[in-house]
């Protein structure tokens, strides 16, 4: 499968010239299967310079969500194949008590959005995620609850050996020491263990992260911990803190690859940067 970042930034878009290269729009990934099938997973500011002609023309779509929070949510109405009453779209998210359809018509009505959630075009469905998983073409799906602020869903995606997990907010070290802790009493631990790229919440620097415990999000040791468990071969950092600009990054970057060799994890970490895409 494919995967192309559309955004890659957390809680709020930071455009400007700072956060130029690594890109200043919340969460939206693009996956194609080898048969042609677009996944795409959540729908932050990314989701708007995702054009029908990115996704081939294709008229049936599927939006994966992890949650709710408005920077994985508020591209939605900017989402051009919703327009479209050629369009097929089912968006999936996690279970809650009210339906998944009206929790997204608090975000896509009056008086936050000129157009409620019944006048879009396309022909839109909304589903929980059935807990046993379930495929799209070839491409099988499975999601998780995982650690963070309400109801949350990791996803991991398989085609034939290979397999992306994405766990953009991610908090799995609260109240527990990762390095020792019994894999399944880790959060996210079924769904990232062996997989081929692991796309995961590195919100906060380890001097951040005391101030905002509780709060969902990982630190960077923590995210190595965290890899260091569940081994990928590749980490890709994720939902970058909007007030790191380009430089903190890079920063942030080298210190995540020297303390995954510090704790012998056989993983390659790199930062996440919108516009790019990689083979898995
Ligand atoms: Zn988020
Ligand atoms: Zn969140």
């Known amino acids: 499968m494919r995967v192309k970042f559309w955004g890659v930034r957390g809680s709020i878009p930071a455009p400007g010239p700072d956060t130029e290269a690594v890109g200043g729009n ?29 996704l081939g023309h294709a008229t049936r779509l599927h939006i994966l969500l992890t949650h709710l929070h408005l920077d994985h949510i508020q591209g939605l109405l900017f989402f051009a194949p919703l327009f479209d009453p050629e369009a097929e ?32 075009p396309a022909r839109v469905s909304f589903e929980n995620v059935p807990v046993d998983g379930w495929r799209v073409g070839d491409l099988q799906i499975k999601a998780a609850l995982v650690s963070h602020r309400g109801p949350t869903l990791g996803y ?10 994405y766990i953009p907010d991610h908090e799995p070290g609260l109240g527990l020491k990762l390095s020792s802790a019994p894999g399944n009493w880790i959060s996210g631990h079924s769904l990232a263990h062996d ?11 380890d001097q951040e992260y005391p101030g905002r415990r509780g709060w969902g999000h990982s630190s960077i040791s923590d995210m190595v911990a965290f890899a260091g468990r569940t081994r990928p071969g590749r980490l890709l ?19 995540a690859a020297e303390e995954a060799a510090r704790l012998g994890a056989d993983v390659r970490v790199q930062l996440a940067r919108e516009g790019h895409a990689l083979n898995v």
Do not use: K
């Open 195 to 205: 997989a081929t790229v692991l796309i995961h919440d590195a919100q906060y620097t």
């Open 89 to 120: 779209i089912t968006v999936w998210g996690p279970p809650g008590r009210v339906p998944l359809r009206r929790r997204l018509a608090r975000y896509l009505s009056d008086p936050l959005s000129p157009i409620e959630i019944g006048e879009l």
């Open 26 to 54: 919340t969460s939206c990934l693009q996956v194609i299967g080898e048969d042609g099938t677009e996944l795409i997973l959540d729908a932050g500011s990314g989701i708007r310079d995702l054009t029908a002609e990115d």
């Open 237 to 255: 950092m994720f939902h970058h803190d909007p007030t790191h600009d380009d430089r903190n990054l890079e920063l942030l970057e080298d210190q």
């Open 156 to 165: 991991r995606i398989t085609e034939g050996d290979a397999s992306l997990c």
